[in-house]
């Protein structure tokens, strides 16, 4: 009998722990514990140093370049953690709100050479429960012994690493009618990740004919633009051009990801809102906070259209990106339909940065 938790449901539960500050054990050749520096407490600090000195502060690529700071491991860097320093410099290193006020962090004491398999899954694991990718990695020696004093989580390096990137298998769990403005035939679906992550949505408009392209928008949440209307951003008004050219044509499917902020959350995004505040664009921030331009994963969307029996689309968008992926999923966009959205002095610069930075066709 098998009652406990299979490494899919292991990986959710770390994700879990990190994210309310509880350590997760990280295994292959050495066992090292993994604490995220946002949620990093001055207790926890003071544990650590109580039972190792091989304490690495780890950053992404994008943050060392804004910290200034050589990626010796080309997509990530290895700070070692000095015993006269405190959780204050810990978070300034790793959150860039203060990086105007105090640019000079440093000198910083980076390691080279050797593995850097756990500090790569330590970032993915932060990444992956939306939290800044700034880890605290702590090398142990007597692991066994932490994991049962404490109930830790442990994750082998060599079954989580490919977990992480695999191609999520969703399950549409259930569906209703649901009568909307834009047309009152229409049933909403929720699908449900195995891995233990967030639902998704999609949206069908009318009796979409499965024989021919059927009209579709991959639409990513953006809880500031569809639910409170945010000038700073196009989204709301794309998602209900969206649904109004669906309702007009008398079908479609609107595929309502749960992939805020390009992916890096809704926390991160008003992170990334307030460095936009103080003069970096949307791409800028992002960097500075250690993230990539996006990190959205679109094989979620062919995943769910293949479940719902779709493989031909018109698909309505202003990012190639989205058509590249569907097409490598093997979704056929037979055509692009524009979305056509209205500037304001709010997101004139949002705009402009979407379409000379990634590549938008505006």
Known sequence: MLLGPDIREQISRARTDLRMGVPVVLRAKQ???????????????????SITCDILLVLTA?????????AYDKDLVRLN?????????????????????NPLKGPFQCERGGEVEIERLALSLLKSAQLLPAAIVAYVKDAKTLIQNNKLTLLDIEETAPLLSEKVVLTDIVSAKLPIAAAEMGRLHVFRPKNGAEEHY??????????????????????TGDVLGSLKCDCGIQLQ?????MGQSGSGILLYLNQEGRGIGLANKMRAYSLQNEGFDTVEANHRLGFEDDERDFRLASS????????????????????LMMEANDITVSKRVALISDRNKHNEAYMVTKSKKSGHLL
């Open 31 to 49: 066992d090292a514990l993994l604490i995220p520096a946002e949620t990093l407490i001055d207790q926890k600090l003071s544990d650590l140093r």
């Open 62 to 70: 994008k943050r060392a370049l804004t910290l200034k700071i050589g």
């Open 81 to 101: 953690l000095p015993s006269d320093v405190g959780l204050s410099w810990i978070k300034s290193v790793s959150n860039p709100s203060d990086d105007l006020k």
């Open 202 to 223: 999609a949206m069908e408009i009318g009796k979409p004919s499965r024989s021919e392209p059927i009209l579709v928008r991959i639409h990513s949440a953006c809880f």
């Open 241 to 245: 051009s969206a649904l109004m050219q």
């Open 304 to 323: 769910i259209l293949k479940e719902l029996g779709i493989s031909n689309i018109q698909l309505m968008t202003n990012n190639p990106a989205k058509i």
